[in-house]
């Protein structure tokens, strides 16, 4: 019960954001915003304030902006309060902000985040992979390493970023073992795998793994918000060369993309992890969602900018029917990415086995 109530408050924040984005570009440039909702389906309640009725609805996966004169089966007037009645450049703006504001709140979760403590993991081992060179080397449950080839390292991920980027010859580690320094060279094992984008590479390996002691670690205002921008710049990189892979065929969908029940699990398992995980993993999905919004697909944000852009190029827009029949093929394919992605989180999740479970008892 308390993973879908963080599930739903997530889901609703950055639903909100993005909404808001669309709502307060359409409200500074004086475009009528008939309604504001948090929510799909049946109105549970409601409140209307000057042209605008502000909604909570039932169904809490997503929300809506309703601007007056934004179907094109609508009456226009030609009015300046009319969506479709402003200029390319306002109409950008409006479907644009929606996006930007989901990834501006990235921005300041990540950047808050390392400025009051970011969870990160020690050098301690913890464990062994099996027949690998540490354990044959002597390295012990509970050491610390302190530097690789001679380079100081404090936290977990720049002690492997250090060994898988080692060539040749054997690595030269300090340990702390109980307050003695202690020092082994290990000849380390390089393995072909595949990266996760499909793409094959080699890593050099010891075969250790963290004791999962995590120290939060906090930096400065200017260092979290370049901090925040890099993390931010680095998962967009990750995001589109993943979309990437899966178009030429790479990495399959089946692998690489999960729907609301892996969210709903995920979050499950951040909360049980503690807050800063959900505001982290809050941190993703709302980077994710302003990426995946801007794809050049219909019915998503960065399908209707395409739109725009094609009636700029034309000097007029495509006739209603033309753009009838494009979002009617988008909302298909849409319908059927989701059922596959449902399957797919229901087979990987084990949730069809589990509700089994329950008839059984």
């Known amino acids: 019960m308390l993973s879908l109530v963080y599930f739903i408050v997530v889901l609703s ?7 808001f984005g669309h709502f307060i570009t359409a ?13 799909f389906g049946p109105k549970l309640w409601s409140v209307k304030k000057d042209e605008t009725e502000y909604r909570l609805s039932a169904i809490p996966l997503g929300g809506y902006v309703k ?13 300046p309060y009319e969506f479709l009645s402003r200029s390319i450049g306002d109409r950008f703006k409006i479907i ?10 990235a921005f300041v979760i990540f950047s808050v985040i390392f400025m009051f403590g970011s969870p990160t993991l020690t050098t301690e081992v913890g464990g062994f992979l099996k027949d690998y060179p540490a354990e044959k080397a002597g390295i012990l449950a509970g050491d610390k390493i302190l530097t ?21 010859g054997s690595i030269k580690i300090l ?7 202690v020092e082994k060279n290990i000849t380390p094992i390089v393995r072909k795998t595949k990266d996760i984008f499909g793409k094959e590479t080699t890593l050099t390996l010891i075969g250790v793994s963290p004791s999962q002691k995590i120290e939060s670690v906090k930096y400065g205002f200017l260092a979290s918000l370049r901090m925040g921008a890099n993390k931010l710049v680095t998962l967009t990189m990750v995001t589109y060369k993943a979309l990437w892979a899966v178009m030429t065929g790479s990495l399959s969908v089946k692998e690489s993309m999960t729907g609301p029940i892996g969210i709903f699990v995920v979050t499950g398992q951040a909360a049980k992890m503690g807050l800063i995980y959900i505001f982290h993993l809050m941190g993703i999905l709302s980077a994710s969602l302003a990426i995946f919004n801007l794809l050049p697909l219909p019915i998503l944000d ?7 852009a094609i009636e700029k190029v034309r000097g007029k827009a495509m006739s209603f029917k033309t753009q009838e029949v494009i979002a009617n093929i988008g909302v298909a394919l849409l319908i059927l990415l989701t059922v596959f992605i449902f399957y797919n989180d229901i ?15």
């Open 13 to 19: 924040i950055l639903v909100l954001a993005h909404e």
């Open 27 to 39: 409200k500074r440039l004086k475009v009528h915003v008939q309604i504001f909702s948090l929510g």
């Open 67 to 79: 601007m007056a004169g934004d179907e094109p089966t609508e009456r226009l007037e030609g009015k």
């Open 96 to 105: 644009f902000a929606g996006p930007a504001l989901n990834y501006i709140l």
């Open 148 to 168: 690789v080839d001679g380079k100081s390292v404090k936290y977990w991920e720049d002690m492997t970023t250090l060994i898988h980027k080692h060539s040749g």
């Open 175 to 181: 340990l702390d073992r109980k307050g003695a320094i």
């Open 302 to 308: 960065g399908g209707h900018i395409l739109f725009l």
């Open 347 to 361: 087979v990987k999740f084990g949730i069809a086995g589990k509700i089994m479970g329950i008839f059984k008892k």
